[in-house]
């Protein structure tokens, strides 16, 4: 008998445009993986709104980010692609889940501290129990691992000690989920500040490199990318931040090692290899770019690939929620 195939789902807020880091430290992951698992992934727009969004833009960048997550070779015909607000057993099991998630354990979040640092005049409730909603969106979908970038492992560990607690009181519910974090790219930096994460909301600095942005732009960037006061290419994140981030990139989108790139570039300065690295990373987004821009064009077919998402999505969602309400001790309808 055929054994079944493993579940693996995860989802990006359309919180900004996806970045260079979003693409290597998680879509990249999930499109190698479509024919191995049963894969789940979803534009996190209930996430997004934990910071204030202008409705129009919010609306904008989640159908963008379908788009691109097609084109970044997520065919919907293997992958369930759907719009998080869409099903909406996301919102209800996140309720159910902060009843089971603790005031201290969620005050430790690193991500709640930087936001709310960030957001000072807006540091909400949504904000705080952010964590409960993702436990929910992943626990719904019972997967067995959940693709991210590093700064998501500790959301993805919380969820974990959730189901646990939920398990403990009420027997096998849940299915406990595993980060699966990439080896190269799980934290892509900043190119104009190499000591801190290349993120969407810092787009404006010249460190992020959006995953629509054209090659002369690409190109820009990454020849006035941070480096050091020495010329030659090493690996060395901790001396070397700079240059050590750009030959992450440049192994993710060429898959060289860190040894064959520093051999590669042996003799040469700066001016040779920002510039190559520019080069590898504009090839590797072109056909990305000029599919979702195809793509987005046809709002027809992308209407149709989120609502067949949430049509399947919603009733894997409802058995496990049905389950749930059950196991509580609520009254069934
Ligand atoms: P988000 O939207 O901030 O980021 C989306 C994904 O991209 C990864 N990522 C990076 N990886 C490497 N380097 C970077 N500079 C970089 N920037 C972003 C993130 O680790 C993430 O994998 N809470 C999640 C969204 C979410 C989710 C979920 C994920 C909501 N529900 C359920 C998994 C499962 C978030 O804010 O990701």
Not at 23 to 32: E, R, T
Not at 130 to 159: F, S, T
Not at 246 to 266: C, N, P
Request: include cysteine; charge should be neutral.
């Amino acid at each position: 008998m055929e054994e079944a195939k493993k579940t693996m789902l995860s989802g990006i807020k359309p919180s900004g445009d996806l970045t260079l880091g979003s693409y290597l430290g998680a879509i990249k992951n999930w499109a190698a993986r479509a024919e191995e698992y049963d894969c789940y992934y979803f534009m996190a727009d209930l996430h997004a709104i934990t910071v204030r969004q202008n409705p129009a833009d919010l609306r904008r960048r989640t159908l963008e980010q379908l788009a691109q997550y097609i084109a970044c070779g997520l065919d919907p015909e293997k992958n369930t692609l759907f719009i998080q607000s869409h099903v909406h057993q996301h919102a209800e099991l996140g309720w159910v889940l902060n009843c089971y998630a603790m005031f201290g354990e969620l005050s430790r979040m690193t991500q709640f501290k930087d936001k709310s640092a960030k957001n000072a005049d807006n540091i909400n409730g949504g904000l705080f129990t952010y964590p409960c909603l993702m436990a929910a969106d992943i626990l719904l979908y019972q997967p067995d691992y959940v693709p991210v970038g590093d700064d998501q492992r500790q959301h993805v560990e919380l969820c974990h000690a959730i189901a646990r607690r939920f398990n403990g009181v009420y027997g096998d519910v849940f299915k406990l989920p595993e980060p699966y974090i990439p080896k190269v790219g799980a934290r892509i930096m900043s190119l104009s500040d190499p000591t801190s994460k290349m993120s969407k909301s810092e787009e404006e600095n010249g460190g992020t490199v959006l995953l629509m942005d054209p090659p002369e732009t690409i190109a820009r960037l990454f020849k006035r990318a941070v480096t050091d006061s020495e010329t030659f290419v090493h690996y060395d994140p901790a001396q070397k931040p700079g240059v050590s981030n750009l030959m992450t990139i440049y192994s993710a989108v060429t898959g060289k090692s860190y040894d064959e790139i520093e051999a590669e570039f042996a003799g040469q300065g700066y001016g040779v290899f920002k510039p190559a690295v520019g080069e590898a990373v504009i090839e590797t987004l072109r056909p990305i770019r000029e599919e979702a821009s195809r793509l987005m064009k046809d709002k027809a077919y992308l209407e149709g690939v989120y609502r067949a998402g949430a049509e399947k999505a919603g009733h894997i969602a409802e058995k496990t929620l049905r389950k749930v309400y059950k196991k509580v001790g609520f009254v069934a309808r």
